[in-house]
């Protein structure tokens, strides 16, 4: 993890004590900024008539208290030197929870067309509050807070948080503190997903065996999957119902909804563990799960004792959490157990359903008017769609934008949560050191989210709720790393979810992002650095001849320099320079005479390094690579998924590259160089075709190859040899497994491939 330095962080920033100038995240509608200045001190009196409005008075004084070290005093009648909360109850229109905060020589106002519209004037007066950057300023008891006015409204009303307590869990301590944090970005609805193959987490009363076995389990693996092996350690522990009901609570009184999810049909090794009638006959036997993936366990579809213990489970759940919506999975629900169910197959029969897929259609149909019968609406991931939408649910889309797409245009609500940007279990460093899930969201990537799509006309794009980031813990053991991957990310998602498109604006997000990053310190939340890391691209150089390299740092005081291995010195580094053979690079940042950071490419070149390289399709958006060019930009992945910014991701489809030497060249052997990780459905190449051609248009198949050599780690390659011959340009068609076969992790599914670098020798 790169959390070096983080004291660092703070030189980054300006003076901001007692500043003038406004950093709110998420960004508000309109700011109009008058003169002079209020000071709010120890004396200013907290009225607030309305009782419901004393939540939002308390959440201030509680964060006046953690972080200031005093409170003020409360008042009911106005009075000079005041912060007066209102709630208008005068509503326009209820669902824009809009409020106005004024701050003049009489004090600050904030009123709120509905309370948690008064609930999010108190976040942003809480963001006009300075920051101390030292413990001692942190006693301050005196603030200057210009006269402004703001008027403000959320964007969306659906501005999620999402966390998997499942693969591993946090005390309720952290859960709130989890709560407070979705409450400071004025986000509103906590999706809290309680089941999994590896935990049952929540109490339930009729079926104590869920927590008793479910939620236990014998060891977990040690790092990244496969794992280099277990540490048969007994892991556990779930929220009594007590617990669950202070939570909601906790939420609540913070204007926000906890949506439960129990996962169902797939995703439920802990609960056949516990009561392994739950599954098909002939299936088993069950064990909560010690790794990560996807399971074949399922609950049978063709007992209607499985549905009246989902029903029974449902209803102690639905008498925990008055949201509306309750969340019942559907995702990755593999058909292997189903198809060899004789019970399943007769409900198939019996239904006048076409196939398995029919068959989940069913079941979550099934629930959703168990669900509906109760006042409830169901959410489900987009693979509810697959067999026939349930008439009123809710589509999750997280498998990029398409079911959501589709979901919309069938007049459904969506949630937005695609992994291409809303995955806060990928990287978000370039050369992120832990291990995590994959893939690589920057800060800027998330903050560029659109979650309207433009294919969806006026009246679709109103079935889009909103968004949601999602939190998936099989990496993140403990509560600091849950929070070093939320942060920064969540302020990014914040202002997505809040501000109007048109008011979004990455260099002022950037700018105020600064504060932002002294606000967690004051939190004292363990945020990632990666923001500031050196960033380096790799490009094809002018002509394609070698490779240009470009660093950057977004700060801009100190020192960048540069230095190639065995080669020379150090030097200044001033802009992109190239880089024609073999060679190590390595960036360096230096302030003050200390070196904060430091990154080293190892460039490997041989002929195809640097040329010029053409897809017949691009990438999948949530595994983009650098484009094209990751193909030739002389890097080898040697660290599997963990860097998977250095691979271009297929799902399902072949891909041909064509790269063009750009002169008639001697070549031999061609070779592909591409990831292996059954677990995330990652598999090699099936085959390869070389093709050659010097004018590149006619092209002559110059040799194939089927086998996959395995290298370090997840990595691999596919070997040509040819008889030496000249080219120019080089075709390489590359088959995707394509649809995972029987026997397979992810079998039914699209396979994904991976590709690193085509090396021509
Ligand atoms: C998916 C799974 C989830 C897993 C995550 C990792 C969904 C809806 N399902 O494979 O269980 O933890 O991605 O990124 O995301």
Redesign the pocket.
């Known amino acids: 993890m790169r959390l070096i330095y983080s004291l660092v962080f703070v030189l980054f920033t300006a003076p901001l004590c007692f500043s003038q100038s406004l950093n709110i995240i998420p960004q508000p509608a309109s700011i109009i900024k008058g003169s002079g200045s209020f000071e709010l001190n120890r004396q200013t009196a907290l009225v607030v008539p309305d009782e419901e409005d004393r939540k939002a008075a308390q959440f201030f004084n509680d964060y006046l208290k953690e972080y200031y070290g005093f409170k003020l005093g409360l008042a009911n009648k106005a009075q000079k030197n005041s912060i007066r909360l209102t709630t208008r109850k005068f509503i326009k229109a209820p669902e824009k929870d809009a409020y106005q905060l004024t701050v003049n020589s009489q004090g600050v106002s904030i009123e709120g067309d509905t309370y948690p519209g008064t609930f999010y004037g108190i976040q942003s007066l809480i963001q006009l509050l300075p920051v101390p950057k030292t413990q001692s300023q942190a006693t301050d008891s005196k603030f200057v807070i210009p006269h402004l006015t703001i008027q403000d409204t959320p964007r969306f009303a659906y501005r999620g948080l999402h966390l ?1 307590v499942g ?1 591993h869990m946090y005390p309720v301590s952290f859960i709130k503190k989890y709560i407070d944090y979705i409450a400071l970005h004025k986000m509103n609805y906590f999706h809290w997903h309680l089941t ?1 193959d590896q935990g049952w987490r929540i109490e339930i009363k009729k079926y104590p065996g869920l927590t008793k076995v479910g939620a236990w389990r014998d060891g977990t693996i040690i790092g990244r999957y496969p794992g280099t092996g277990n540490d048969n350690t007994r892991y556990g522990g779930y929220y009594s119902q007590e617990e669950v009901k202070e939570i909601v609570q906790y939420a609540a009184d913070r204007h926000i909804t906890v949506i439960p999810e129990i996962e169902m049909p797939g ?1 439920s090794s802990a609960a056949l563990t516990a009561y392994p009638w739950l599954g098909c006959p002939g299936s088993g036997p069950y064990k909560v799960e010690q790794t ?1 993936g ?1 399971f074949d366990d399922i609950y049978c579809a063709g007992k209607d004792s499985t549905f009246q213990f989902l029903q029974d489970v449902l209803d102690e759940v639905i008498s925990l959490f008055p949201s509306k919506y309750i969340h019942i999975g559907g ?2 629900s593999p058909k292997t157990n189903w198809k060899a169910c004789p019970l399943c197959q007769a409900r198939i029969k019996a239904e006048g359903l076409k196939d398995e897929h029919e068959l989940q259609s069913y079941f979550i149909h099934r629930m959703e008017k168990y669900v509906n019968s109760k006042g409830r609406t169901i959410i489900g ?1 987009d693979e509810i769609l697959e067999g026939g939408l349930a008439p009123k649910a809710v589509v999750m889309s ?1 498998r990029g934008e398409s079911g959501g797409i589709a979901a919309a245009k069938e007049n459904h609500y969506v949630i937005m949560t695609p ?1 291409s940007h809303c ?1 806060f ?2 990287s978000q460093a370039q050369n992120e050191d832990s291990v995590t ?1 994959g893939g690589y969201i920057p800060l800027e990537k998330v903050y560029s989210y659109e979650p309207v799509p433009n294919v969806l006309d006026k009246d679709q794009a109103k079935y889009i709720l909103g968004a949601q980031a ?1 939190v ?1 813990t ?1 990496y993140m053991r403990y509560p600091s790393k849950v929070e070093y991957m939320i942060f920064p990310r969540l302020s990014a998602i914040s202002e997505v979810l809040w501000t109007a498109a048109a008011k979004k604006n990455w260099s002022d997000f950037e700018r105020r992002m600064q504060t932002q990053y002294l606000r967690y310190q004051l939190w004292k939340t363990n945020y990632s650095n990666a923001y500031f890391d050196i960033k380096t691209a790799l490009l094809p150089a002018p002509g394609n001849k070698g490779v240009l390299v470009k660093f950057e740092s977004k700060d801009k005081t100190g020192k960048l320099m540069y230095r190639i291995a065995g080669k020379s010195a150090a030097k200044n580094y001033t802009t992109p320079f190239v880089i024609n053979a073999t060679s190590h690079i390595t960036g360096i940042y230096y302030k003050n005479g200390k070196l904060l950071d430091s990154v080293t490419i190892p460039l490997q070149f041989n002929k195809a390094t640097g040329k010029k390289v053409t897809l017949n399709e691009p990438p999948s958006k949530n595994y983009p690579g650098d484009g094209a060019f990751t193909l030739t930009d002389g890097i080898i992945n040697d660290k599997g998924l963990n860097r998977s910014r250095e691979f271009i991701g297929y799902n399902g489809n072949d891909i041909s590259a064509t790269i063009d030497l750009g002169t008639a060249q001697k070549i031999d052997t061609i070779v592909v160089h591409s990831l292996y990780s059954a677990g995330s459905w990652i598999y090699p190449p099936q085959s390869i075709d070389v093709s050659i051609s010097t004018d590149g248009k006619s092209f002559k198949k110059a040799g194939s190859s089927d086998a996959f050599i395995k290298m370090n780690g997840g990595n691999g390659k596919l070997m040509v040899t040819i008889l030496p011959t000249s080219a120019r340009y080089i075709q390489v068609d590359i088959k995707n497994l394509g649809k995972i076969p029987e026997g397979k992790a992810g079998a039914g599914e699209k396979a994904w491939l991976f590709l690193d670098e085509i090396e021509i020798l």
């Open positions: 998997d693969r999994e995703h990560w996807v995702d990755e991931w997280w992994g995955y279990d990928y899930i999602n998936w099989e």
